[in-house]
């Protein structure tokens, strides 16, 4: 009895999680939620600093104690060992026992065509993700995406042929073999001299032009934003490397996708990019990256300082006094701090590149005092 409920209030937390988990990434729990076990606390912050998230497991606490205590009463109930009239068996519970197992299978089964059983595919029935999703068992999608984690044939991914992906790059950039040691190198030659601005890269979390009037949003959530689009250049068909933080830092940066299933900033060896970065450098600008919570959450620090970036301005540079949430300060703060970096590169005239990560439209939500809204 111990044993199944031992499962059971393992799929039932399993269950309570995928709530949030389907409102953050509008998807069913899966394997990429292990992809920061390596940080623990800073997880537990995320999770019980966040009143929405503690409402879900407040619910699997009660379904557990419910669910266990009424087991617990049933199985006293039909066990033998608490019973003292033992009944003897009937003729027709065995034909009912059969019968019983062979629908359980069937159900397990999921479906009566030979070819195949019910599959993930299977709960997908139209172009409307959420309603496809729907159908899929949260116990069912991690269980299975941490098995197919652990298969030898995807600890590498075999996209196509390496031959044909070397050629079609070549095709489509007209690359002509050269003296580069690399199959794709190719030699750009600007039409004027570069002028060496300052540059700034601010990555929103969790931003989408959803939010935006640019994106159809009519509620007016961004107009600063919306203001910045109309005066600038606005790209409307950009699209996102992925659900992650770690995603939108490595691909904006360095400009390689997202790889399935891989955290591309987080190993025992950390490669080296080229990228926007490595060629500031090449023209002898100072690389800062700021954060508003610890650089060590994704290898974010380590990776980037061997990636060609100078500074990392983060947590641990900012007052105790300031930090917040989980996520550390709000944005406006590191905002504040970053400009005297800035005017200190600006008097010993050098010019820098500066990438902003925002945290504040990431859960745990943390309204700052003292913000006109």
Known sequence: MYCFAYYFVTAFFICAADVP???????????????????????????????????????????????????????????????????????????????????????????????????VGTAYFSNYDLANQAG??????????????????????HLMNDREALKNVQDYLHVVPSKYNSPIARYVSGYVQPVKHNVVIVLMEGMSAGFMRHGNNTKGLTPVLDSIADKGYYFSNCYSAGVHTFNGIFSTLYSFPALMARHTMVGAVIPHYSGLPYV???????????????????????????????????????PASAVVSALGVPDHFMFDEAIPVFNTYAAAQKTFFACLMTGSNHAPYTVPDGIPF
């Open 136 to 157: 899929l068992n949260p116990v069912y999608t991690f269980i299975n995406s941490c098995f197919e984690a652990l298969k030898d044939e995807n600890k590498y991914l």
């Open 280 to 318: 500031m450098k090449q023209y002898g600008y100072q690389n800062v990256y700021f954060t508003t919570h610890d650089e060590q959450f994704d290898n974010v620090g380590g990776f980037l300082t061997s990636n060609y970036f100078d500074r990392i301005v983060s947590q641990k540079d900012y």
């Open 21 to 119: 988990f389907f409102l953050a990434y509008n998807n069913r729990l899966n394997y990429s939620v292990l992809n920061w076990t390596d940080s623990p606390m800073f997880m537990a912050k995320m999770v019980f600093t966040e009143w929405s998230y503690l409402v879900y497991l407040l619910l699997f606490i009660l379904v557990a104690v419910i669910y266990v205590l009424r087991a617990n009463k049933i199985y006293k109930r039909f066990n033998y060992e608490f019973r003292s009239d033992v009944p003897k068996p009937k003729f027709w519970m065995l034909p009912i026992s059969l019968l019983a197992m062979a629908l359980l299978f069937i159900g397990i089964r999921g479906r009566v065509e030979q070819k195949s059983p019910i599959m």
